[in-house]
């Protein structure tokens, strides 16, 4: 045989045949389904067609994704700067509007400064592995979003996971003291399960050990608090010098993109080192112009919060699920097929909601994700509760 000649060998991706065939019996596929035109979207002014679905699946919270005023925000941004920010941030990719909304972030949950990136997950990835390294020690929620168990694993930090919302052993691992710096990290409220993390506890142990505790608000911005400010502003940690928020703009503001917000040194420290911020194209800037109405909607609306709390309370009574901190109802049911076959009979009836099943949750907790809006209407509150009587039962009956 020629020395340079190659040796046939197996398909290198054949084992993806195997994997997919046991994903399949464990039912934990997963199927991409677009949405069209006339699905139903929130905040369509259509939507009450009966033949068209009503989304309780999406984050849009507060209903601001098609509103006239958010879509304009963002055309006159695109007619401005055009389709892409053309560059990093640090080159070509920062326009007068990125810092418009940075000012309105701040302003809007109390922070002194804010930085914005790409999306909520580099957000996150740019703040834990910009303020830790391997001396340093990262205290993380179990049920912590799939991007900050990202973060803490780039981080190059120790990392130990501790059970959820348990306080005392956040207070064990800092205790050890084998670091150099320490960060606590959590979700405020969790995106699977809707609870609200023990902030205002986390933040007593965290300055106890002289270490620092960084908040994912992403399902908290426009909901949690007087006026949607946040769960940290509402605890009134907002503007303590050992508390750092990251926050997207895919939810509660009906955009897309993330920032951090803290003290002005952490944004210059971020400006420097943060990766997915230097080295990331920066947010389209119909993006940033579209985010920047959304929360101003918010700032003179600040009743929005109000009502989409309301309306996910109603939710989880209709389906015998745990009031909810926020927008997110939990409803467990078990097993994947279980939760699998609810989401087909809730869509059968025109209502459409978030199937979650292991590895976004643990074993045996296979649920469905309910996410309220605020302009939610009667109507869509009624549909809501036919299709679920049809998926799980009526509460407290077998389902």
Known sequence: MHPHTTKAVADPLGWLDSHARRREEA???RVVRPRTPDSGAPGDP????????????????LGLSRHPEVIEGGVRALRTWGAGSTGSRLVTGTTTLHGDLEDALAEHTGFAAALVFASGYAANLGVLTSLTGPDDLIVSDERNHASLVDACRLSRAQV??????????????????????AVVVTDSVFSADGDLAPLAALHTVVRSHGALLVVDEA????????????????????????????????????????????????????????????????????????????????TTTPELADGVRRHARHLADLTGAPRPAGAVVSVVLGEPERAVRATEICRAHGVAVGCFRPPTVPPGTSRLR?????????????????????AIGTPGCPG
């Open 27 to 29: 039912g934990l596929r």
């Open 46 to 61: 259509a939507r009450g067609d009966p033949t068209r679905l009503l989304d309780l699946a999406g984050n849009d919270y």
């Open 160 to 181: 130990i996971i501790v059970p959820h919302a348990d306080v005392e052993a956040v207070d064990a691992a800092l205790a050890e003291r084998s670091w150099q710096h």
């Open 219 to 298: 399902h908290s911005l426009g909901v949690v608090g007087p006026g949607g400010r946040g769960a940290l502003a509402d605890a009134g940690l907002a503007s303590e010098p050992d508390v750092i928020a990251t926050v997207t703009l895919s939810k509660a503001l009906g955009s897309q993109g993330g920032a951090v917000l803290g003290p002005p040194a952490v944004r210059a420290h971020l400006i420097d080192t943060a990766r997915t911020f230097i080295f990331d194209t920066g947010l389209a800037p119909a993006c940033a112009g579209a985010a920047l109405a959304a929360l101003g909607i918010l």
């Open 370 to 390: 309910v996410a309220a809006r605020a302009n939610l209407t009667a109507t869509d509150l009624a549909r809501a509760a036919d299709a679920f009587a049809a």
